[in-house]
T-cell receptor, first 112, second 111 residues
Framework: ETGVTQTPRHLVMGMTNKKSLKCEQH?????MYWYKQSAKKPLELMFV???????ENNSVPSRFSPECPNSSHLFLHLHTLQPEDSALYLC???????????FGQGTRLTVV | QKEVEQDPGPLSVPEGAIVSLNCTYS??????FMWYRQYSRKGPELLMY????GNKEDGRFTAQVDKSSKYISLFIRDSQPSDSATYLC???????????FGTGTQLKVEL
C-alpha cells in the first residue's frame, strides 16, 4: 500500500469542465510534486512544493492550477483542458532536499 | 538531445534469464541515480538508489553507474514473470528535488 494516495483514479472530463485532482501523503515528507506521464515520453515535472510553498512551475499552462494547503495535501485544479492534456497525472513526495521520490498510483485523465 | 536516453523496448526474455536495462545521460552534474519499476496502471515505485559511480546490489537486482561514460545499468538475475513491468531510470544533481527521467523500458518475462 503506497504512502501517497491519489483520487480519483480515473477521470473523464469535457473541455469546458472544471475538476480537481487530490493527493495525500502519509510519509511525513515536506516536499510534494505533480508529474505528467504521457505515452512514450519521460515523466514531466509540473510543479514542486516545499513546505507548502511553490518552488517550481515548469512552464505549465495556466489551465492547470496547483494548491498545497499543508505539507500532506496537494491538489491540481483543472479547467478548460485540451484533448492533448489527456495523460496519467502522478503525485509524489519526498523529504526536503531528498532525491528519492515516492509516487501515488496516479489519476488517468481523459479530456473529451 | 534528451538529457536521459532509454531504449523503450519492448524487451522480451524467458524466465530465469539475466536482464540488462540501460540508460545514458548527457549532464555530467548528475550525482544521484535511481531505477523505478512501474506496473501497468500503477505509479512508479523506487527500486534502486545509488550515489555517484559504483555498484549496488539488492537481492536479484544490481544497479551500476559509470560516470566516466555517463552510463547507468540495472541487472535483474533469475528474472521472473512478476518482473514484467516498465523500468524507468532517473537522475538528479542533488538537492532541489528535481528528477530527470528516461522514457522507460517495457520488460516482459515469459514462462
Amino acid at each position: 500500500e503506497t504512502g501517497v494516495t491519489q483520487t480519483p483514479r480515473h477521470l473523464v472530463m469535457g473541455m469546458t469542465n472544471k475538476k480537481s485532482l487530490k493527493c495525500e501523503q502519509h510519509l511525513g515528507h515536506n516536499a510534494m510534486y505533480w508529474y505528467k506521464q504521457s505515452a512514450k515520453k519521460p515523466l514531466e515535472l509540473m510543479f514542486v512544493y516545499n513546505f507548502k510553498e511553490q518552488t517550481e512551475n515548469n512552464s505549465v499552462p495556466s489551465r492547470f492550477s496547483p494548491e498545497c494547503p499543508n505539507s500532506s495535501h496537494l491538489f491540481l485544479h483543472l479547467h478548460t483542458l485540451q484533448p492533448e492534456d489527456s495523460a496519467l497525472y502522478l503525485c509524489a513526495s519526498s523529504p526536503i532536499g531528498g532525491t528519492e521520490a515516492f509516487f501515488g498510483q496516479g489519476t488517468r485523465l481523459t479530456v473529451v | 538531445q534528451k538529457e536521459v536516453e532509454q531504449d523503450p523496448g519492448p524487451l522480451s526474455v524467458p524466465e530465469g534469464a539475466i536482464v540488462s536495462l540501460n540508460c545514458t545521460y548527457s549532464n555530467s552534474a548528475f550525482q544521484y541515480f535511481m531505477w523505478y519499476r512501474q506496473y501497468s496502471r500503477k505509479g512508479p515505485e523506487l527500486l534502486m538508489y545509488t550515489y555517484s559511480s559504483g555498484n549496488k546490489e539488492d537481492g536479484r537486482f544490481t544497479a551500476q553507474v559509470d560516470k566516466s561514460s555517463k552510463y547507468i545499468s540495472l541487472f535483474i538475475r533469475d528474472s521472473q514473470p512478476s518482473d514484467s513491468a516498465t523500468y524507468l531510470c532517473a537522475t538528479a544533481t542533488g538537492g532541489g528535488n528535481k528528477l530527470t527521467f528516461g522514457t522507460g523500458t517495457q520488460l516482459k518475462v515469459e514462462l
